[in-house]
C-alpha cells in the first residue's frame, strides 16, 4: 500500500478500506507493506487510526510493516505505535 497526502482522521478510514479491499484479494495474506512516503503529514488522529488497523490485522493473522517512514512522522509514530527506524 502507498497512501498519499496527510493521513488524519478524515481520511484514515480510506487507508483502512483500502487495506480491506487488498487483503480480500489475497486468499491467505501473512504481511502487508504500508510505504508512507506519500503523506505530506500525520496527525494524532491519523497516526491511532494506523494504530488500530495494525493491531486489527495482527489480530487476524496478519505482519503489518511500515516502511519508508518519512522524518516528519517518526516521532509521533514513535509515541503512538512504539515505532523505531530499523537499523540499516
Not at 69 to 80: D, K
Request: hydrophobic residues 45%.
Amino acid at each position: 500500500m502507498r497512501p498519499e497526502g496527510v493521513l488524519w482522521f478524515g481520511s484514515a478510514y480510506m487507508v483502512e478500506h483500502a487495506l480491506l479491499d487488498l487483503l480480500g484479494r489475497d486468499a491467505r495474506p501473512t504481511r502487508v507493506a504500508i510505504h508512507l512516503r506519500g503523506l505530506g503529514r500525520i496527525d494524532l488522529s491519523g497516526a491511532l487510526g494506523l494504530s488500530q488497523l495494525i493491531e486489527d490485522a495482527r489480530l487476524a493473522g496478519v505482519t503489518v510493516e511500515l516502511v519508508d517512514v518519512p522524518s516528519h512522522a517518526e516521532r509521533i509514530l514513535g509515541r503512538v505505535l512504539g515505532w523505531t527506524r530499523p537499523e540499516e
